[in-house]
């Protein structure tokens, strides 16, 4: 049961979601623009600036912000603290990721500092809200994964959050640790545990109410998302090399079986006309490809040419970036932006009233438009390796070009929704 009525206010949820594209843009214009030493290598300061802008400026808010609308809508249970976290989370997620990226390029201290302790205090601040709503939420007798993957979220993002302080702490002076191995985890928790499991959790519900799949059967629901959970606290808790390799490919074969099933489903849409349904399939296949690449990456770089072992990093980090975690947001953020401008200007609207459908707030071509611009960007920094000097500066354009489209297409929802609102407000006045 969705509970539309216990929704969030519009602007908690917009302010969340609407800047989040902005980064994107950045994103590119940075990669096609900015000193590219280093490339396509995965310490180098363009590679881990772009790295942690996607990840925290772009992608975290919105995933943030879908959550403070999921855990009333889908689990019936308020984020209490989202009114007054909403406000900062896009701004102070940029802030971080914009800091982190100085720092990489420049290792200056302050930048360091300064995202240490914005990082600490917001992220913080998330976790015990999520913490909270989750403890707060009744979950029903049968199991559920979207209402699981609510209750306990708090726990993958405050695994990442404390990874990357500790070695945000040790690039500091704070303390010494072994950097490798604590990055190891703050990676398999950040991509694994918490974008992984998120987009997982919440398409359970999503993407058979927008694109009409049948729902995932009762075994779906019992494997997702917990036991990833519980193999990658395992996986945190063991320091043996060999035993953390048998952990994490133990996860990732069983993270292969979980995209195998939702690939399934994906092609069994009813919708699959939709302008937004082929990025659902990429979102799948490129998860799949990704933990493929993973296992390997772990297992078999002594049979590989040394050009491709070194250049995996990059395609599996683009593959779940961009392929996983930017077309699945995109895919969600063409849906449920028009849906929410829909869903509020119902809410406000007396019925009898005519409100436009959401085909009108946003036409499905010019979704179509966008897709194709974030596919081919994705083929371009898939193909990076090759040729760095090309593809950085044609990947980096088209990425920019199709965000700044959807942030368009997204400020033209808002546009909308104010227009309604501000026809129906003075016609009531003039009444």
Same mark, same amino acid.
């Given at each position: ?277 082929? !990025?659902?399939? #990429?979102?799948?296949? /490129?998860? %799949? $490809?990704?933990?493929? +690449?993973?296992? @390997?990456?772990?297992? *078999? ?71 194709? !611009?974030?596919? #081919?960007?994705?083929? /371009?920094? %898939? $193909?990076?390796?090759? +040729?760095?000097? @090309?593809?950085?500066? *044609? ?37």
């Amino acid at each position: 049961m969705l509970n539309y009525d216990l929704a969030p206010r519009p602007a908690i949820i917009f302010g969340c979601l609407l800047p989040a594209p902005w980064l994107g843009v950045l994103a590119g214009v940075m990669l096609a623009i900015a000193p590219g030493e280093g490339l396509p290598h995965r310490f180098s300061p363009i590679v881990l600036s772009l790295t942690h802008i996607l990840a925290l400026g772009m992608l975290a808010p919105v995933m943030i912000g879908a959550l403070f609308q999921l855990f009333p809508v889908v689990g019936g249970q308020a984020v209490r603290l989202s009114r007054y976290i909403a406000p900062f989370l896009a701004l102070g997620s940029s802030a971080i990721a914009l800091s982190l990226s100085y720092a990489f390029y420049y290792h200056s201290s302050f930048s360091f500092s300064l995202a240490f302790g914005l990082a600490a205090v917001l992220f913080s601040a998330v976790v015990m809200a999520l913490f909270d709503a989750g403890m707060a939420m009744r979950l029903p007798p049968h199991r559920d994964a979207s209402l699981l993957t609510l209750r306990a979220i708090a726990l993958p993002l405050f695994s990442l959050v404390s990874f990357g302080l500790g070695l945000l702490a040790s690039l500091l002076g704070w303390w010494t640790i072994d950097l490798l191995s604590v990055l190891r985890l703050h990676v398999a928790w950040a991509l694994i545990g918490w974008l992984a499991c998120l987009i997982l959790g919440v398409a359970t519900t999503v993407f058979p109410m927008f694109w009409q799949c049948p729902r995932p059967a009762p075994v779906w629901h019992r494997f997702t998302p917990v036991p990833i959970w519980t193999g990658l606290l395992l996986f945190s808790a063991t320091w043996s090399d060999s035993l953390q390799t048998v952990i994490l490919t133990v996860v990732l074969v069983f993270v292969c079986g979980l995209l195998c099933f939702a690939l399934r489903h994906v092609l069994k849409a009813k919708r699959r006309f939709d302008a937004a349904w082929p !990025l659902w399939l #990429l979102c799948t296949t /490129s998860g %799949l $490809l990704a933990a493929l +690449l993973s296992l @390997l990456c772990m297992h *078999a770089t002594s049979v590989l040419p040394e050009s491709v072992v070194n250049s995996m990093p990059w395609m599996i980090g683009v593959l779940v970036l961009v392929g996983g975690g930017v077309c699945a947001v995109n895919a969600m953020l063409g849906k449920i932006i028009p849906f929410l401008v829909f869903l509020h200007l119902r809410r406000t609207i007396p019925m009898g009233q005519r409100i436009p459908s959401m085909q009108l707030i946003l036409p499905p071509k010019y979704l179509k438009w966008q897709a194709h !611009l974030l596919i #081919l960007s994705l083929m /371009s920094l %898939l $193909l990076l390796p090759m +040729l760095p000097s @090309l593809f950085r500066i *044609a990947g980096g354009i088209l990425f920019a070009i199709s965000q700044a489209f959807l942030a368009v297409l997204l400020l033209k929802c808002l546009f909308q929704f104010r227009q309604h609102l501000r026809i129906y407000l003075l016609g009531t006045v003039k009444t």
